[in-house]
């Protein structure tokens, strides 16, 4: 029979490849986690883990293993998690983080639609950056995240799409673009994009900036900018174009910077994400809040 904890240890390595790690967020020593590991691979009977010096891996069995256990276990803890919750009401204090104006816009509404609903409960607002937004909900900074989509990375998920708007590129205001009605996806190959900064998840990262167009025509990179504020200021400078929503141009409206449509690119999403594991009922109501706020106004 496996132990609950040793489920729990596997599933945390599985996700920090770190015995280190691992044990502080199992509030344990490494060699218990050691330990732990090693006791559920002789009730397996194959190594779960390829150890070296350097770093620890999953092996094809520990790989399907967290593939078929993680899901399960999710669903597992959040319904203990709601069910406590339900008894005794929701309360406590839920925190939210988002990025950029508006998404603190609509973080705010949503706040104070959950607390008509849940007057028990407070809701604590912090603004993020894109690259606080995935250790932010890991580490427990932050119980949701409204942020642009997608942003897969372990340890979080995403919430259903609440926004969708037009995909503009962010250009100098003198280039030849700036004169256009609209841009392809195509013409991203004749300048510079400007990049995000590795923490980022990279599928967020291919979504804005990718290295190649549809067509496969090479991107050529920009300098990494890891805030809006740096990437407008450097787009105005003539250092590189970058891809924005379209609310970029109504938050953000700067003389040396102008915002064409594309003609061809899928529109930019917005949604809410939590740690995984993390939908509690404080959650998933901040969640059917946001959605609901949306819906009474489309």
Same mark, same amino acid.
């Given at each position: 029979?496996?132990?609950?904890?040793?489920?729990?240890?596997?599933?945390?390595?599985?996700?920090?490849?770190?015995?280190?790690?691992?044990?502080?967020?199992?509030?344990?020593?490494?060699?218990?986690?050691?330990?732990?590991?090693?006791?559920?691979?002789?009730?397996?009977?194959?190594?779960?883990?390829?150890? !070296?010096?350097?770093?620890?891996?999953?092996?094809?069995?520990?790989?399907?293993?967290?593939?078929?256990?993680?899901?399960?276990?999710?669903?597992?803890?959040?319904? +203990?998690?709601?069910?406590?919750?339900?008894?005794?009401?929701?309360?406590?204090?839920?925190?939210?983080?988002?990025?950029?104006?508006?998404?603190?816009?609509?973080?705010?509404?949503?706040?104070?639609?959950?607390?008509?609903?849940?007057?028990?409960?407070?809701?604590?607002?912090?603004?993020?950056?894109?690259?606080?937004?995935?250790?932010?909900?890991?580490?427990?900074?932050?119980?949701?995240?409204?942020?642009?989509?997608?942003?897969?990375?372990?340890?979080? +998920?995403?919430?259903? +799409?609440?926004?969708?708007?037009?995909?503009?590129?962010?250009?100098?205001?003198?280039?030849?673009?700036?004169?256009?009605?609209?841009?392809?996806?195509?013409?991203?190959?004749?300048?510079?994009?400007?990049?995000?900064?590795? *923490?980022?998840?990279? !599928?967020?990262?291919?979504?804005? /900036?990718?290295?190649?167009?549809?067509?496969?025509?090479?991107?050529?990179?920009?300098?990494?900018?890891? /805030?809006?504020?740096?990437?407008?200021?450097?787009?105005?400078?003539?250092?590189?174009?970058?891809?924005?929503?379209?609310?970029?141009?109504?938050?953000?409206?700067?003389?040396?910077?102008?915002?064409?449509?594309?003609?061809?690119?899928?529109?930019?999403?917005?949604?809410?994400?939590?740690? *995984?594991?993390?939908? !509690?009922?404080?959650?998933?109501?901040?969640?059917?809040?946001?959605?609901?706020?949306?819906?009474?106004?489309?």
């Amino acid at each position: 029979m496996v132990e609950r904890y040793e489920l729990e240890a596997f599933l945390t390595l599985a996700e920090e490849l770190h015995f280190g790690r691992a044990a502080e967020r199992l509030h344990v020593s490494t060699a218990r986690v050691s330990q732990t590991i090693k006791k559920l691979e002789r009730k397996v009977g194959v190594p779960l883990f390829d150890r !070296s010096s350097r770093r620890v891996e999953l092996s094809a069995v520990g790989r399907q293993l967290h593939e078929e256990i993680r899901p399960a276990w999710e669903l597992i803890g959040a319904a +203990v998690e709601r069910a406590i919750e339900t008894g005794k009401g929701i309360t406590g204090t839920l925190t939210v983080a988002f990025v950029g104006p508006a998404g603190g816009q609509l973080v705010m509404g949503a706040a104070e639609e959950f607390r008509a609903r849940q007057p028990g409960c407070a809701v604590d607002i912090k603004e993020a950056q894109l690259g606080d937004v995935v250790p932010w909900l890991r580490e427990g900074v932050a119980d949701l995240a409204l942020t642009g989509f997608p942003m897969d990375a372990a340890g979080v +998920v995403a919430g259903p +799409v609440l926004v969708r708007e037009v995909r503009m590129l962010a250009v100098p205001a003198g280039h030849p673009f700036a004169r256009r009605t609209w841009v392809s996806v195509e013409d991203l190959a004749r300048v510079p994009v400007l990049r995000l900064p590795e *923490s980022v998840p990279e !599928s967020h990262r291919a979504d804005r /900036t990718p290295r190649r167009t549809p067509a496969g025509r090479a991107i050529a990179p920009g300098p990494v900018a890891a /805030t809006l504020h740096e990437i407008l200021t450097l787009v105005g400078a003539g250092r590189g174009v970058f891809p924005v929503g379209a609310q970029t141009r109504r938050y953000h409206p700067r003389p040396d910077v102008a915002y064409v449509p594309f003609g061809d690119a899928a529109p930019v999403e917005w949604g809410l994400m939590w740690r *995984s594991g993390g939908g !509690s009922a404080r959650v998933l109501a901040f969640a059917r809040a946001a959605g609901d706020l949306l819906a009474a106004h489309r």
